[in-house]
């Protein structure tokens, strides 16, 4: 069986090429829901709805394992997905989010402010804040939505998006970190750690593959199950160029397919 990992759209390719990077042993799965691109801007309902489809999409290609690297179907679907569906429909099936480990780095430097960029949906649901707050209950959080900045980024348009992360950086100027709270983001980060040299920049890319390896150590129940022949299959829900483009830069030999049926 293998590794899931499941993304709004192509921001997910850089998170499981951290994975494959650290572990290239296992095989991989990994479905982009570009047809539905951007989550951010859509309703809870939607959200959840689009993210349960692909959790039975995953599920029927043989995923024990799955991660939500998207950031906003994680802090709207993932409870639901695990106190409802999981025991209804999948009861042996582990679906696992970005949000705990992230907070859990973000406040390593004993930071006394942290800062949040994100979707719309991510920033309205306060689930970034929430957990830090679990964390460090005097803490002080600034959240800042940033609805073009996906667009720009799965649009290719890098002008558009170093110009729109030079404008969000103001808002972070005296904070200790600056948590990337979307997928996508780890494609801009150096925009960010450009504009804020003194703030710990927290991107996904560089934390989610040691924290999955620690989780598979201690979850050896899980780990027994899943195949090692290094295979690694992409899909998205809509095909286009730019996705093409995308995985073949991030993996040498990938061939990303449309999903059928």
Wanted: proline share 3%.
């Amino acid at each position: 069986m293998k590794i899931g990992v499941f993304d709004s759209g192509l921001g997910g390719l850089v998170i499981t090429k951290a994975f494959v990077e650290k572990m290239p042993e296992y095989d991989y799965f990994y479905y982009g829901d570009s047809k539905h691109l951007p989550y951010g801007e859509k309703t809870s309902g939607h959200i959840l709805a689009y993210t349960l489809d692909a959790m039975r999409y995953m599920i029927k290609n043989d995923c024990k394992i799955i991660i939500i690297a998207c950031n906003t179907a994680t802090s709207i679907a993932l409870r639901y997905i695990q106190q409802r569906f999981l025991p209804a429909e999948a009861l042996d099936i582990k679906v696992l989010g970005v949000v705990i480990p992230t907070v859990e780095v973000a406040i390593e430097n004993k930071a006394q402010k942290v800062g949040v960029i994100a979707t719309t949906a991510t920033v309205r649901s306060h689930i970034y804040q929430t957990e830090l707050h679990k964390l460090k209950a005097n803490l002080q959080v600034t959240e800042v939505a940033a609805p073009k900045l996906v667009p720009a980024i799965e649009g290719n348009d890098f002008f558009k998006a170093k110009t729109a992360c030079k404008e969000l950086s103001e808002n972070f100027k005296d904070c200790d970190s600056l948590i990337l709270g979307c997928t996508h983001y780890p494609l801009v980060k150096a925009f960010f750690r450009e504009e804020l040299p003194e703030v710990k920049v927290v991107s996904q890319d560089e934390l989610m593959a040691e924290k999955l390896k620690n989780y598979l150590y201690r979850h050896p129940e899980i780990e027994k199950y899943l195949s090692k022949n290094k295979n690694y299959k992409f899909e998205v829900s809509k095909l286009n160029r730019h996705a093409q483009i995308v995985a073949a830069q991030l993996f040498a030999e990938a061939k990303i397919e449309e999903r059928q049926g």
